[in-house]
């Protein structure tokens, strides 16, 4: 007869950090090893995306007792330091997904992830197309290009659950809340297509201040919107079932 274990992810995304708010984050992470197997930030962990702020990030999640799993927000993107921040954060352990996966071993379980900042464009229906100015092209191209980075990240890790992380959302329920006029640039349904194609066990995004917590893609696979003003704290603890 199997058993069953379970991972328990700690995720938020939308920290905003700053040197005036500098260990404050981290009082609020004591503990975290009881209550989580492994941390994962869903971007926008910087205000501006100045070094300075990257700096302030990547000391606050230095040497945490659990494995740190990240991706870059449009905040993070804004001073065109993006390599240079994650640098930082790569520079105090924290793993930094850039359109590609990562394995980790979660007390025998082989937990994948697999992400980036992911991009917009609009949902079903109501979305932009590739028709048109270059600029438009350019734009769902883009995303286009980012989903279908994650189908083959997602197709090639081996592991026994697989989360996908990401700034913007790959619905628009997680989204409600938010004003509609502003949802061509708080994701898009290219992301959540990849994913439903290829097959994940949950995707953790953030960007929708205003958004809800709970959705679901197409396929059913399970959406959370972390961002920190939806949770009102410090991060939420989502767990997975794995077979033993």
């Not at 995306?49 to 000391?59: P, Y």
């Not at 921040?85 to 937990?111: N, Q, S």
Request: net charge negative; with cysteine.
């Amino acid at each position: 007869m199997s058993t069953l274990t379970e991972v328990r992810i700690a995720a938020v995304g939308d920290i905003h950090l700053g040197e005036d708010v500098r260990g404050e984050y981290r009082k609020r992470l004591e503990g975290i090893e009881e209550r989580a197997d492994v941390l994962m930030l869903a971007g926008d962990l910087t205000r501006h995306g100045t070094l300075e702020e990257g700096r302030v990030v990547a000391d606050e999640l230095r040497d945490l007792p659990v494995p740190v799993v990240a991706v870059l927000g449009n905040h993070d993107y804004h001073s065109d330091l993006q390599h240079e921040i994650a640098g930082e954060l790569r520079d105090a352990g924290v793993m930094v997904l850039d359109d590609d996966g990562v394995v980790i071993e979660c007390g025998g379980t082989k937990l994948g992830v697999v992400g980036g900042k992911g991009f917009g464009g609009g949902f079903a229906g109501k979305c932009a197309s590739e028709f048109g100015e270059r600029e438009i092209k350019d734009f769902v191209a883009h995303t286009r290009y980012i989903a279908e980075s994650w189908k083959l990240a997602l197709k090639e890790t081996q592991a026994d659950r697989r989360v996908v992380l990401s700034h913007y959302s790959p619905i628009k329920e997680t989204l409600e809340g938010e004003p509609l006029e502003i949802y061509p640039f708080l994701g898009s349904y290219l992301l959540a297509e990849a994913v439903d194609t290829a097959g994940a066990d949950l995707i953790l995004h953030g960007h929708a201040h205003k958004g809800t917590e709970k959705g679901l893609t197409p396929g059913g696979i399970r959406v959370r919107n972390v961002a920190l003003p939806v949770l009102g704290k410090a991060y939420a603890v989502y767990c997975l079932e794995c077979g033993e």
